[in-house]
């Protein structure tokens, strides 16, 4: 399982530009808590893109990941009204 949690305080100085750290390894995705919700969301999705990467063993390059991510909020975010994500993950 992974955990997902936001940067501390004392780690947000040394990741300003950055929107999450992923470790593969730790299983953990540590989220920048200054985003907007959409760029939140796309980040999130990236994150678990890295992770699926890691524990599959797929080989996907930044871009690759970059894209599935941009895809894939996409259709979440087009579709929001199919989803209720309050329901599915409460």
Do not use: W
Not at 30 to 46: G, R, W, Y
Request: aromatic fraction near 10%; glycine fraction near 4%.
């Amino acid at each position: 399982m992974v955990k997902v949690c936001y940067l501390k305080p004392h780690e947000l100085e040394f990741h300003t530009a950055a929107g999450a750290l992923s470790s593969g390894k730790d299983k953990t995705i540590k989220l920048h808590p200054v985003q907007s919700p959409d760029n939140m969301a796309e980040t999130f999705i990236h994150e678990i893109i890295h992770q699926l990467d890691y524990e599959l063993q797929l080989g996907l390059t930044e871009k690759q990941t970059h894209r599935l991510a941009v895809g894939l909020y996409a259709v979440f975010a087009c579709n929001a009204n199919t989803f209720d994500f309050k329901v599915m993950f409460p």
